[in-house]
């Protein structure tokens, strides 16, 4: 079946800094990601849809020039948080369409702690 | 308000049924989802069901759903220890997942 690979797994950085989550779809392409984040013990709220080639749109409250996502290619999308500070600590999940019948694929998390 | 609602605790004995229900207020999804998340882990696939469709079972997973009251429920027998997790709903619309706040699922021996 459809893979997504999400790495890193978890990370821990300084706050001021700058941290980078990949997103590839291993064995499919995909022309849409999704990035998500989830509080502990809180649903997944959509961050943006990532579309290969164009620019991101985000959902209303995120901020664009913080939450950098990049979709250069098919397989490969990138969330950059920016200047990260401790209330950005969260679980980040990206999605994919593969579409089929079975749907979005999704990875298996960053848990992002800002220290 | 939102646009999937779940409850959130569910606590079940081993062996038993459980039962996790979900109500939703967009129609266009073409499916309606269940996921699955362990502690610490991304979302799982569990089954899917198809907006035109009353009822799916996939081995101990039955998932009903009622489109006039737009009413989804997740089903899974003989409840095991390992189905501990926190079952997600999920409506897309648009492409765009809406997921409920999960239900927690404790299996008790």
């Known amino acids: 079946g459809a893979v997504v690979s999400q790495h890193p797994s978890w990370v821990i950085c300084k706050s001021g800094t700058s941290v980078k989550i990949e997103c590839r779809s291993l064995d499919f392409q995909a022309t849409t990601m999704f990035w998500y984040r989830q509080f502990p013990k809180q649903s997944l709220m959509l961050m943006a849809t990532?579309?290969?080639?164009?620019?991101?749109?985000?959902e209303q409250g995120v901020e664009k020039d913080k939450f950098l996502i990049n979709h250069a290619s098919l397989t490969l999308s990138t969330l950059t948080v920016t200047s990260a500070h401790p209330e950005d600590s969260s679980f980040y999940i990206c999605?994919?369409?593969?579409?089929?019948?079975?749907?979005?694929?999704f990875g298996s998390g960053t848990r992002l702690t800002v220290v | 308000g939102e646009d999937v609602e779940q409850s959130l605790f569910l606590s079940v004995r081993e062996g038993d049924s459980s039962v996790i229900n979900c109500t939703y207020t967009d129609s266009s999804s073409t499916y309606l989802y269940w996921y699955k998340q362990e502690p610490g882990a991304g979302l799982q696939l569990l089954t899917y069901i198809f907006s035109n469709m009353d009822m799916k079972q996939d081995q101990r997973l039955t998932v009903l759903l009622n489109k006039k009251d737009k009413h989804l429920s997740l089903r899974i027998a003989d409840t095991q220890t390992g189905d501990s997790a926190i079952y997600f709903c999920a409506a897309p619309s648009w492409g765009k997942f809406q997921f409920g706040a999960g239900t927690q699922v404790v299996v008790t021996p």
């Open positions: 999605s994919a369409s593969t579409r089929d019948l079975d749907g979005y694929t």
């Open positions: 990532s579309n290969e080639g164009s620019k991101a749109t985000y």
